[in-house]
């Protein structure tokens, strides 16, 4: 018995080590995948914001159309450069090459970018950038430490600088103060950010909404099955008892 418990601590580890790493404290992303409007938001700041720099090389224009409730006119319309075609993939001219040459290292293709890092890392990435001079683009990121990407939403967010408190040598994050104020109010910075997040975590499993319709589904199918199944057995065995 005791051994069998030390095992199961043993099998357990690397769980935990997983589940604690990182570091920064990371923000609950709160998203809504069935929130069909927070996704087009979210779809229309990744074309706008993200896409020149990083690629979806596995998101096609019109299978995003259809899982999130757009015509394939509005997709040409809001989403797509007038030389993309509606059945092309989210690339970008860019080169990897001139991305390591501008940034350093190149923008990583953004796929499944949520299922690498899990949506309340990005969630948090996205609103943790915060001024540092000594960066070549002025800013650095709370959960990745000199992180090559400019801050891309300073007009939205605006500016904010972060507050480290010293902890036996260790510099810990401690909170952001606002420096130059953006477009958008926290709450509504936040929203988008959450709704950016959600359209991450779409194209990193574009099937996950229709899983979870089909799940209830099924759901529902079990119980009925298990009705009929259990009255054909009382019939069954009626007489042998
Ligand atoms: C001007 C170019 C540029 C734009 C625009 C840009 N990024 Fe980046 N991004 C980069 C570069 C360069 C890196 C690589 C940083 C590194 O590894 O140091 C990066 C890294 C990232 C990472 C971390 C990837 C990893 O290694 O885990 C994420 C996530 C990310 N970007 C998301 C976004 C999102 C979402 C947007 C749109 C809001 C965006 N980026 C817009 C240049 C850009």
């Known amino acids: 018995m005791n051994k069998l418990f030390i095992a199961f601590i043993l099998a357990a580890v690397p769980l935990f ?76 001219a860019m080169s990897p090459e001139d991305g390591e040459r501008w940034f350093g290292v190149a923008p990583p293709d953004l796929s499944v970018i949520a299922r690498a890092r899990g949506v309340d890392w990005l969630y948090t990435y996205l609103r943790s950038f915060y001024i540092d001079e000594s960066r070549p683009f002025g800013v650095n990121n709370v959960v990745f430490p000199d992180v090559g990407m400019p801050h891309v939403f300073w007009e939205l967010q605006g500016m904010q600088k972060a507050v480290f408190k010293d902890d036996g040598g260790n510099k810990v994050f401690e909170k952001f ?18 709704d950016l997040t959600a359209f991450l975590s779409y194209i990193g499993e574009p099937i996950q909404m229709e899983r979870k319709r089909l799940g209830v589904w099924v759901l529902l199918f079990i119980a009925v099955f298990f009705g009929l199944a259990y009255m054909l057995k009382k019939e069954y065995w009626k007489d042998v008892h």
Request: charged letters at 25%.
């Open 17 to 92: 080590g997983f589940a604690a790493g990182g570091g920064a404290h990371l923000d609950d992303a709160d998203i809504d995948m069935g929130d069909e409007a927070s996704l087009q938001r979210g779809a229309k700041y990744f074309v706008n914001y993200c896409l020149s720099c990083h690629s979806a090389q596995y998101q096609r224009y019109n299978r995003t159309a259809k899982d999130l409730g757009l015509t394939e006119e509005e997709v040409k319309q809001n989403l797509m450069f007038t030389t993309d075609k509606i059945g092309e993939t989210m690339t970008i």
């Open 177 to 194: 103060e606002q420096v130059t104020p953006g477009s958008m109010s926290t709450s509504e910075f936040d929203q988008a950010m959450r």
